[in-house]
T-cell receptor
Framework: EDQVTQSPEALRLQEGESSSLNCSYT??????LFWYRQDPGKGPEFLFT???AGEEKEKERLKATLTKKESFLHITAPKPEDSATYLC?????????????FGQGTRLTINP | DAGVTQSPTHLIKTRGQHVTLRCSPI?????VSWYQQVLGQGPQFIFQ???????GRGNFPDRFSARQFPNYSSELNVNALLLGDSALYLC??????????FGPGTRLLVL
């Protein structure tokens, strides 16, 4: 069964304190791994897509990396506006469908 | 460009009632997927439609159904509502094989 586990469940940092979020996955075949940001009561906002081990993507203070079993979302010198829940999802290789399998998310709080 | 739109934004129903949620995809996107997100958890896949045909179904009971219209908009229907159906219902649109972009969601509360 395809499965995604994110850790930690919650993380509280001081402004400027860098850290990493983990996404471990088990999937029969990986079509892609996705990172989304979700603010309370809103829909997920797309951040990155990674397709193969060794791939890295960067956007402002965020950098996503991918290995064969896990992905990391590194956040460098975060600001309070980076506070949100970060969701990781995998798209398994399934004939005729494009479903995403999500983890439970990491709730990130950045204190000023 | 307009993103994915969903209506209504909030809805309150009582047990046993029926509900219809609506979604309009990003212009040019022909694929619409529906997800259910219970508070504190990640979204769970319900359906995917592409070119008006069902392409995938998640592990949800037959009380859940959906359809896609010629203009690629979509409806999600839930019959015989249960308390456990209270959740944020998300619609995502994409081109086939590409990144899914999510709408703001419909918050459903079943009393």
């Amino acid at each position: 069964e395809d499965q995604v586990t994110q850790s930690p469940e919650a993380l509280r940092l001081q402004e400027g304190e860098s850290s990493s979020l983990n996404c471990s996955y088990t999937v029969s075949g990986l079509r892609g791994l996705f990172w989304y940001r979700q603010d309370p009561g809103k829909g997920p906002e797309f951040l990155f897509t990674l397709y193969s081990a060794g791939e890295e993507k960067e956007k402002e203070r965020l950098k996503a990396t991918l290995t064969k079993k896990e992905s990391f979302l590194h956040i460098t010198a975060p600001k309070p506006e980076d506070s949100a829940t970060y969701l990781c999802a995998v798209r398994p290789i399934i004939q005729g469908a494009q479903k995403l399998v999500f983890g439970q998310g990491t709730r990130l709080t950045i204190n000023p | 460009d307009a993103g994915v739109t969903q209506s209504p934004t909030h809805l309150i129903k009582t047990r046993g009632q029926h509900v219809t949620l609506r979604c309009s995809p990003i212009s040019g996107h022909k694929s619409v997927s529906w997800y259910q997100q219970v508070l504190g958890q990640g979204p769970q896949f319900i359906f995917q439609y592409y070119e008006k045909e069902e392409r995938g179904r998640g592990n949800f009971p037959d009380r859940f159904s959906a359809r896609q219209f010629p203009n690629y908009s979509s409806e999600l229907n839930v019959n015989a509502l249960l308390l456990g159906d209270s959740a944020l219902y998300l619609c995502a649109s994409s081109s086939w094989g590409e990144t899914q972009y999510f709408g703001p969601g419909t918050r459903l509360l079943v009393l």
